[in-house]
């Protein structure tokens, strides 16, 4: 080997020994970053499955209280059938100690121009009614700073037609 060569290699081999730990020292001051924006982007991704799961059982419930011939509370209980839906289905957080909760509603509106709201629909069913609810749902959040849960909501409105003639 000439002089040269040798000077390269022992240069080389200094600055290795020099910068040993600095990939280290770099990975531990960008690790809290990256572990927070992944658990933030985990966290949104159960949120906004957790709005359409929730807005799914909201239809289905809606979809289930306009074909309900009475309007009788002990009989037509939405909240009821909202956690039975809920409990069937993959809703994040659910459970019987946290259930789904109606914030607003029901009401049915007569869809004629200046029609009023109602609390039932009549019985001989001739005019076009709008059955409209909100459902609520507290979520989980495991991010520290932003709280123990979210509030979810999700309203819905389903039309009723009248029986055909």
């Known amino acids: 080997m000439t002089g040269t060569t040798l000077n390269l290699l022992r240069l080389r081999s200094s600055r290795n020994r020099h910068s040993r730990g ?30 359409i799961t929730l807005t799914q059982v909201a239809r289905d419930t809606g979809r289930w209280a306009v ?11 939405i909240a009821s059938q909202a956690n039975a839906i809920a409990a069937r289905s993959t809703l994040f957080g659910w459970a019987a100690s946290n259930p789904i909760t109606i914030s ?16 039932c629909p009549p019985d001989d069913n001739r005019d076009v009614f709008n059955l409209t609810f909100e459902l609520r749902h507290n979520v989980p959040v495991f991010l520290p700073g932003f709280g123990n849960t979210w509030t979810l909501r999700s309203e819905v409105q389903f039309r009723m037609e009248p029986a055909p003639a």
């Not at 990975?27 to 924006?37: D, E, G, Q, T, Y």
């Not at 011939?69 to 209980?77: G, K």
């Open 22 to 51: 600095q990939a280290l020292v770099e990975f531990a001051l960008v690790l809290p970053l990256l572990v927070l924006i992944l658990t933030g982007v985990m966290q949104f991704g159960l949120l906004f499955w957790a709005q």
């Open 67 to 77: 074909s309900q011939e009475s309007c009788d509370p002990a009989i037509v209980n």
């Open 104 to 119: 607003a509603g029901p009401t049915w509106i007569d869809a004629t121009p200046g029609g009023a709201a109602t609390p």
